[in-house]
């Protein structure tokens, strides 16, 4: 089994989708579900283990066609990395899921729920994978699509509102992506982006590879929710079901932050002739990362739903990933690859924590939240740890990718950005302590029921994310560490 | 539409076979010449979406059940994905049809892709019904 | 027992009385029986360190690396030594007085305020043992975060606000100043290790030198450096215990301490004597001195007084050190002790005042010497000794201070430790002066004796007299800190 | 001049794009939206179908006496795209379908106010 390795992770969930669609059975379906989601974070993590232990990336010729004519899986260390983040979010979140859903989503369609959130999960790991630009583009549009029917599984009628304006933006991000992998292909001759990234040196300062360049950001940035590009975000992530929320905001935008990564560091380079993302790094990311962390930071801490609130603070996060992927050095890449993963516990922690409060009290409104320190205490102690998370306090996941990050400004001698990160990171405080002074300096509403904590399946998964974001801010060697790794691979830093 | 004949016996009776063999032959030679399950997924489900529009979406269900369907369109996908399962236990990559035959590696190409476009084929008209279905069969099922 | 075996004793034990007290919250006496045996034993672990590190002794520890080669380390020195030797003792004397406090005045949650006790007493054991910045850095913030709770004890509007002003000045100097100065730091020297003579010495120079020390100076919010000193006083909305134990001692001590051990360790004496970065520090200090006092002098509410009369006494703590020279480090050192153990004491004493008669206004205070006589010979103790007047400890190290000031001939801010105990005495004794000689304003003229808790009044005393030995006992203290200063063999 | 004339093609594109695009952004009614991005997604395709395009070759088919075919990879792909847009086209229909039974309308603005008031009551 070991040669096969890089596709089983795509493989499983993919075959598992239809099966747990034939099911047809709740209990059935939800089972195999989880079961496979586990099966595939053990493949991701022994994956990435074979990948940092013999140093060399892994290589699957699909259907034994070699690269000129066919597709290509090509997972070097960032790719498994992304791999397991996916796989394991995605474990945790699912087995979350079928108390959560009981609640939220009618009973004849729990199949039709694990067999999409298996699609879903399939086209992200696909996406980490491959090594084919257009199957990146195939493989983004299954999971996005699956994410639409998820999402639109909210109860609230405005989840249909909203994953109509994401389905409408992300189409159009889709679609500019296809027509850069076009363009690419029109000027290399080639889809795999090892060779494309060969060839593109012969095409030094051609135009269409710039506007090739303009379409693939445009495209990922709206995939990413990049600022000012993330207005599908709060309201998809506010009224889809809670597991959903969780699973999207964990990974999804993820991946697609992984997917910039790797074009600008593989496909065009960073230095030396040929490199073209230099007004991309330069200006663009860093412009719209910067934006991006003051102002979705400022909304959030105006918002009355807290769920909100966590998506606008998800858009500020994604502004940092950005910010250290522009700052093309060693650590700067460290601090973006490590917050992928980093930001992804904390906030799928967050989430799941948000769900469990959903459960119980059925509302998500900060004005609902009152008192409800006293009355689910351990729910509202992890959310409190996740929420430090968020500021990136010590001893948080948020820490260290904070630390890198502001380590590469200074690095680049950029004192002014290392400050504006630290003070953009203030701002969370601000909105994390609001929900926590809501929680616990004030009555909870009269004449509503007794709350109390809850169920035990609800609050497992949530405290192993997020005492998994703790454990990864002391223990990075599975984290930073290896993020350090891929940042050097990419650079082209021998080891 | 229920009394016009000519619509119910010209396009559907008298139409509706052919188009179902035109799919098939389609899928079948897509082997060789232009064609393939994807092509003839759409003209089969179009077929049998003529037949939901000519007698009704109740009286379509009643021929092919909705369970039926979406099992069809599940099962495609597993015939496909079963197909590269096999190759792998073969001892092949996924999807490396040339395994599927102990002997002739060209003869395994052609067995592999006949199978996988058979369920792009189930898969695809299976869609198709369920695309018609779930769009048309809102609100007015009734009548 | 090695002294890394007791290094780590020393960092469990407080986890361990926290735990407790989360776990046993039946019990009440059992758990407030266990807190007071662990203290116990966490003294004596500490005093077992001591010979240690008088004969030289630099005991370590590496736990792990969170980044590469910048590990979760310890390393016991003399400075730590001593603030580990005056959090562990005040913290067994606190625990009885917060034991008298909390059931006399029938406070909910005990079992939470004496875990986050722990806990913070956990952080600052950490701070004191910690081998380098990222270390301290960590403890620093964990103890801000453990404390409060305990600040919003009383979850109420007023504990509300309080805690926001507490936890936002306390959080954002130090991500936005503390933070960046260490991370910038580790740029510039690749490492964060405490070492003497300093890290960055030859690795920074110019402007960049003034604005890191003025990064740690103000970054470190819990020295309470003007302007960022208003969280003390809105800490003050705590339970007195958490007062006087964390905003006398552990808190704002961890601050002064980071000061100092930043000083010595990261930029070394001789570096910011050379590039003479430090001066306008010593400016900064002398304002807050200055300003500290007199603003102390307008508030009525006892404890903002005592609060206030802290940021004052911080002042001078980062004075000694800023000074950069032998006197002023020994004397800041010593400062730390001798502070704690003097503010300590008053803050015992407005506790066991409200406890026993409700009152926390100063001007209600006439008379009150005649029915708490204990307290108010304790508080009149601890003033005198806040002041710097012998025979009491607060003597030395304003004496070793003023001769840093003159050392570095610095005239002026010899006249500004004057002058501030000018004030000191203005705005301490006519407390003391109010409570024994002015007759109360209403009821009789000898009100019955109605003192506090024996649990409270005993701790009082005890602190009381322990500035009062600490004049006599000034010596080994100051021999403990010698080393801080090479080249500082004889003199004296 | 000739040569913008011959990449006339492109010029298509980049006009099917474009109204593709306005219609998406400019109009209100949700199956407008739709269609808006049908004919953006169009556009992609012959931009594809234009670029595999070789000058007189013949359809990628193995035939006697002719050397040079068009590049058939294009033309894969984009088989590959329609499926991917047939797909997305489903889904938002259905969505329309859905939304237009919980607000009674399609139009973006009568939605929105909708959505603004349930926003008031909470």
């Known amino acids: 089994m070991s040669e096969h390795l890089a596709v089983l992770p795509v493989l499983l969930p993919l075959l598992a989708a239809p099966i747990c669609f034939l099911l047809r059975n709740r209990i059935a379906a939800m089972g195999t579900a989880i079961a496979v989601c586990w099966v595939t974070f053990v493949a991701g993590v022994v994956l990435l283990r074979t990948v940092v232990t013999t140093g060399a990336p892994a290589i699957y010729e699909l259907g034994g066609w070699s690269a000129d004519v066919g597709i290509v899986y090509h997972v070097d260390t960032l790719a498994a990395f992304v791999v397991v983040l996916v796989s394991s979010l995605g474990a945790v979140v699912l087995t979350f899921a079928p108390q959560s859903i009981a609640k939220e989503i009618p009973k004849e369609k729990h199949h039709f729920f694990a067999a999409l959130y298996l699609l879903s999960m399939a086209g992200l790991l696909g996406i980490a994978v491959t090594g084919d630009l257009f199957n990146v583009f195939v493989f983004l549009e299954i999971s996005s699509l699956s994410t639409y029917a998820l999402i639109s599984l909210g109860q609230d009628r405005r989840a249909l509102t909203a994953t109509f304006r994401y389905l409408i933006l992300g189409t159009v991000g889709a679609t500019f992506i296809l027509i850069g992998t076009g363009l690419m292909y029109q000027m290399t001759g080639t889809l795999n982006m090892a060779e494309m990234a060969a060839h593109i040196r012969e095409t030094e300062g051609v135009r269409t590879v710039l506007v090739a360049i303009a379409f693939l950001t445009a495209g990922i940035g709206l995939k990413m929710a990049l600022f000012p590009l993330h207005a599908w975000l709060p309201n998809a992530y506010c009224y889809a079901p809670s597991s959903v929320t969780a699973f999207v905001a964990a990974t999804s935008t993820k991946v697609s932050v992984y997917v910039l990564i790797r074009w600008i560091y593989t496909i065009f380079g960073t230095q030396g002739p040929g490199s073209m993302s230099g007004v991309v790094v330069d200006l663009v990311l860093p412009a719209m990362a910067i934006s991006g962390m003051f102002i979705a930071s400022t909304v959030a801490i105006f918002q009355t739903n807290v769920k909100r609130l966590l998506a606008f603070s998800s858009v500020a996060q994604i502004g940092y990933m950005a910010l250290g992927v522009s700052l093309v050095s060693e650590s700067g890449l460290t601090a973006g690859i490590a917050h992928l993963f980093n930001h992804a516990l904390t906030k799928g922690g967050l989430f799941l924590a948000m769900g469990c409060i959903a459960y119980r009290i059925g509302s998500v409104q900060l004005a609902d939240m009152r008192g409800l320190g006293r009355r689910m205490p351990v729910t509202m102690f992890l959310w409190v740890l996740g929420g430090l998370g968020l500021i990136g306090v010590p001893c948080t996941a948020g820490f260290v990718s904070k630390w890198y990050l502001v380590r590469a400004a200074l690095e680049q001698d950029a004192l002014y950005l290392a400050v504006i990160i630290l003070l953009s990171s203030l701002l969370a405080v601000i909105y994390v302590w609001r929900v926590i002074e809501t929680a616990y300096f004030q009555e909870p509403p009269e004449g509503k029921d007794e709350v109390t904590e809850a169920p035990l399946s609800l609050l497992i998964p949530t405290a192993v994310l997020i005492g998994a974001s703790i454990y990864f801010g002391l223990f990075t060697e599975w984290s930073a560490d290896v993020a350090g790794l891929a940042a050097r691979e990419l650079l082209g830093v021998v080891r | 539409m229920r009394e016009v004949k000519i619509l119910r016996v010209v396009s559907a009776k008298t139409l509706l076979p052919f188009i179902l063999l035109f799919a098939l032959y389609v899928q079948f030679h897509g082997d060789f010449g232009p064609g393939g399950g994807f092509q003839a997924g759409v003209i089969f489900g179009a077929g049998l979406i003529l037949h939901a529009l000519v007698f009704g979406l109740n009286e379509s269900r009643r021929v092919i059940p909705e369970w039926v369907i979406e099992s069809a369109a599940a099962v495609g996908v597993l015939i496909y994905g079963g197909v590269g399962v096999v190759a792998m236990l073969k001892g092949g990559k996924f999807l490396e049809y040339g395994v599927l035959d102990a002997h002739d590696r060209v003869h395994g190409q052609h067995t592999g892709l006949i199978l996988i476009e058979l369920g792009v084929g189930v898969t695809v008209s299976a869609v198709m019904l369920a695309i018609y279905g779930a769009l048309a069969g809102r609100g007015r099922l009734s009548t | ?492 | 001049m000739s040569e913008a004339l011959g990449l006339y093609n492109y010029w298509i594109v980049i006009f099917l794009m474009m109204t593709g695009l306005y219609l998406v952004i400019s109009t209100g009614n949700l199956v407008r939206k739709v269609v808006g991005l049908n004919i953006f997604q169009a556009s992609v395709l012959l931009l594809y179908v234009t670029m595999g395009r070789v000058d007189g070759a013949t359809a990628p088919i193995f035939v006697e006496g002719r050397e040079t075919y068009t590049d058939p990879l294009p033309s894969v792909l984009m088989l590959t795209a329609i499926v991917v847009g047939v797909a997305t086209t489903a889904v938002a229909l259905a969505l329309t379908v859905r939304i237009n039974e919980a607000y009674g309308t399609i139009e973006e603005d009568e939605i929105n106010e909708q959505e603004h008031a349930q926003e008031l009551a909470g």
């Not at chain 3, 004397?331 to 009152?359: C, E, N, P, R």
């Not at chain 3, 002015?438 to 322990?466: H, M, N, Q, R, S």
């Open chain 3, 1 to 492: 027992m090695t002294s890394e075996m007791a290094m780590i004793l020393a960092l469990v034990l407080p986890l361990v009385a926290a735990g407790l007290s989360f776990v046993i919250r039946s019990a009440p006496n059992v758990r407030d029986a266990c807190s007071l045996a662990v203290g116990v034993a966490l003294l004596g672990v500490v005093i077992s360190l001591v010979p240690t590190v008088m004969d030289g002794g630099r005991p370590e520890i590496v736990l792990f690396e969170i980044f590469e080669g910048l590990p979760i380390a310890f390393r016991l020195e003399p400075l730590g030594m001593l603030f580990l030797l005056v959090v562990a003792t005040l913290w067994v004397i606190t625990t009885c007085y917060a034991i008298g406090y909390m059931r006399g005045h029938h406070e909910v949650n005990q079992s939470r305020f004496f875990g986050c006790f722990g806990l913070a007493i956990f952080a600052s054991a950490g701070a004191a043992l910690a081998g380098n910045m990222l270390t301290l850095f960590f403890f620093y913030e964990l103890l801000t975060l453990s404390t409060y709770p305990l600040v919003t004890h009383h979850q109420n509007e007023k504990a509300k606000r309080g805690g926001r002003i507490y936890l936002g000045i306390l959080i954002s100097t130090s991500i936005a100043m503390l933070l960046l100065a260490v991370i910038w730091t580790y740029v510039i020297a690749g490492t964060l290790d405490f070492r003497e003579g300093g890290i960055l010495a030859g690795k920074a120079e110019g402007p960049m030198v003034i604005v890191l020390l003025a990064l740690y100076a103000f970054g470190t919010g819990k020295a309470a450096l003007m302007p960022f000193h208003r969280w003390l006083p809105a800490a003050m909305v705590a339970p007195t215990p958490v007062s006087a134990l964390l905003h006398a001692v552990a808190v704002v001590k961890v601050g002064v301490f980071t000061v100092l051990k930043v000083v010595i360790y990261i930029f070394g004496i001789g570096f910011l004597t050379d590039t003479k970065a430090s001066v306008w520090l010593m400016w900064a200090a002398a304002t807050t001195i200055l300003l500290g006092s007199l603003v102390a002098m307008t508030k009525d509410n006892l404890k903002e007084r005592l609060a206030y009369s802290t940021v004052s006494q911080l002042g001078y703590i980062v004075l000694g050190a800023a000074l950069a020279s032998q006197w002023g480090i020994i004397g800041s050192g010593m400062h730390i002790a001798m502070h704690a153990v003097g503010k300590i004491t008053l803050f015992f004493a407005a506790g066991a005042i409200y406890v026993a008669a409700h009152k926390t206004q100063v001007s209600q205070l006439r008379g009150i010497g005649r029915s708490m006589p204990f307290t108010m010979t304790a508080y009149s103790l601890g003033a005198i000794s806040v002041i710097g007047l012998p025979p009491f400890g607060g003597a030395w190290s304003k004496w070793y201070l003023a001769l840093g000031a003159a050392e570095a001939g610095q005239a002026i801010l010899v006249g500004v430790l004057m002058v501030s105990s000018l004030l000191n005495i203005w705005y301490l004794m006519p407390i003391t002066m109010n409570a024994f000689f002015v007759p109360p304003d209403e009821g009789p003229a000898y009100p019955p004796i109605k003192e506090a808790p024996l649990f409270c009044v005993v701790p009082l005393c005890l602190t009381a007299l322990g500035s009062l030995a600490l004049f006599f006992c000034a010596e080994p203290i100051y021999r403990l800190l010698l080393p801080l200063v090479p080249g500082a063999g004889g003199g004296g």
